[in-house]
């Protein structure tokens, strides 16, 4: 029934209830310390102290060089988690289940497949980067030697502007979710968050940021796969299995029909809102991807042999965490009639609410829990990108030119340490000013997209003048923001940043304004005026820090040539098949039957089971060796260590204190 009517199947404790949570929390304020405290500490602890490890028994050297690249070495599956924990944003957990609970099927597919396209095709950037400028360390480095100065702070500045939106974005998500389970105070929990991050982000770098995905990236697969269970496996009443949730969401849909759907069906994939939340989600997601300096430190970090295949397993990995998630929590709370209201759900409580309703109060330590994991997981890595982007960028272009690599990396930690804080701080002043997560994630597309075009083109078209990208980059940015503005004061008449400004059709407007003026002013200028120069050997002038080399096997360039190929076929041909071929071949079920929706259960069930499979086990078979060699030289040392003190024994307690 309708929010505040009686429960349409029999849970008389929501009958007549016009909100789930009633302004009231599961939980005392102090659990929300304890979880950001204990889980921060914990993590911080470990990652930190396996750091130390691999710097003492694994033989790495923390210089400049690897705290910002990782060493060029990281191996495909631990890049692979890495991007799986980029890309798991808070709104990959909370706001995807928004689109289930709103739009049924159709928008937990579209927020699925609408941002893996990104990642898979990502990695043609990603080998094209191992091919052109192997020895970079940001992507503004790369535009600065390609188009000069101007070039780079047009840039500079559209990076950061992505870096700040999503971290925006995590910690006021997060802070939202923290206070609707615990009520602790808000902007403590925004301030909090960033800060536990700092603590091991600036200790460890880029490899501290890829120890920490991994560790939070295995507890959100394992604790998907509970709830998936819990929801189509466990009995539970009304839900349970997949037969009763499909037979409630047709009760709930003849009672509270969807909006836009056909029929009113949670059922099917002709629904125009979800279909127009997916178009917004695919373009918007480029320009999130392009224009955030943390995927390229990802590509930059990887092996060669890594790098196209990182991506390519990243994105089809990363696929159930929102799909299997949101078929599971989003829809169970549209088959059990909770009277979740619509402000509650764009707040981003649909699976806060599904939990505490499936497993009760360890449920929603459960959600707040990967919600913690995904925040400092994607928040350690934008804190790397945005260090990055001042050390190399600024720093070492134009404030100290000659900087050593010691130094490089002192600035590099002032940097995480002050941005860390910076962004709480301005975190809490958004949340002040009323800017809401789901303005953040909406309008985000429409700022930043218009660098896809000159920053895809910068690596594999040689004719692209610096007139061309400065001006694609910027003109479609404005003209994205005028199309916006525009669209939301022709139609509702009146522009509101937490009412009109947020509805899809300005902010899809936008974003496509933003894709196509920039792709057309950069194609035709490059026609009209080609820059005729060799400007690929300009990457050339980029040097490495700390006296390490970067060496190509004399084959190299043959097989990264192959490698590009066969990337380039692999990522398009799947990047067409999740946005045309799979939706197109849902259609003629229609409202889907028992066995058709069983059959979209079983996938997500399986897929989340392998990719769970893939990502705690895959790391380690790749690392099994160096693991391996530290553990011995760990025991080793302490069998040295037992002998020596055998040998010689202090003769008294001055001595064994010297």
Known sequence: MPVGGLNLFGLHQYDNKTSFFNGQTVFSPGIGYLVICGYGGFFAVLTIFITVLDEKFGGTKYNSEEFNTAGRSVKTGLVAVDVVSHWTWVSTLLQSSNEAFTYG?????????????????????????????????????????????????????????????????????AGNALVAATGMNIYAAIMLIPLTIVAYTVIGGLKATFVSSYLHTVLIYVTLNLFVYKVYASGKYPVGSISKVWQNLRIYASVVPAQGNKDGSYLTMFSKGGLQFGVLNLIASFGNVWADQSYWQSAIAASPKAAFRSYILGGLLWIPIPFALTTSLGLSVLASDLPLTKDEANHGLVPIAAAQFILG????????????????SAGSAEFIAMSSLFTYD???????????????????????????IGMGALSCFLFKVHIDVNFLFLVIGLLVSSTVPPLT???????VPKGAAIASAL?????AIIAWLVHAKVVYTHLSVTGTLQEIGPTMTGTIVSVVVSGVICVVWTIVYPDTTDNYERFNEIHVMDDVDIIDHPDGA????????????????????????????????????????????????????????VCIFLPLLESRNA????????????????????????????????
């Not at 927020?111 to 970079?136: E, N, T």
């Not at 083109?457 to 004719?463: F, K, R, Y």
């Not at 003109?475 to 003209?479: A, I, K, R």
């Open 394 to 420: 600024v720093y070492k272009a134009y404030i100290r030119p000659n900087a050593s690599g010691n130094e490089l990396l002192y600035v590099s930690r002032a940097a995480v340490l002050i941005i860390g």
């Open 361 to 376: 109060g360890g449920g929603v330590i459960l959600i707040l829990t990967i919600v913690y994991m995904a925040v400092t």
């Open 627 to 658: 693991i391996i060699h530290v553990v011995k030289l760990m025991f080793s040392q302490k069998k040295r260590s037992l002998s020596l003190d055998h040998v010689t024994q202090p003769r008294n307690k001055e001595e064994f204190n010297e």
């Open 457 to 463: 083109l910068m690596l594999v078209w040689a004719s």
């Open 558 to 613: 043959f097989k990264k040539d192959d490698s590009f190929r066969f990337t380039s076929m692999v990522a398009l041909s799947l990047s067409v098949f999740m946005v045309v071929i799979w939706p197109l071949l849902t259609l003629p079920a229609g409202d889907f039957p028992k066995n058709y929706f069983s059959f979209w259960i079983i996938i997500s069930m399986l897929w989340a089971l392998i990719a769970t499979i």
């Open 105 to 173: 099927i159709s928008g937990s597919f579209w927020y699925a497949s609408g941002s893996a396209v990104q990642i898979l095709l990502f990695g043609i950037a990603a080998l094209a980067i191992k091919r052109r400028a192997s020895k970079a360390h940001t992507v503004v480095e790369l535009v600065r030697c390609r188009w000069g100065n101007l070039a780079c702070v047009v840039f500079l500045y559209i990076c950061y502007l992505n870096n700040i939106v999503v971290c925006a974005s995590l910690f006021i998500g």
């Open 475 to 479: 003109g479609g940015q404005l003209c």
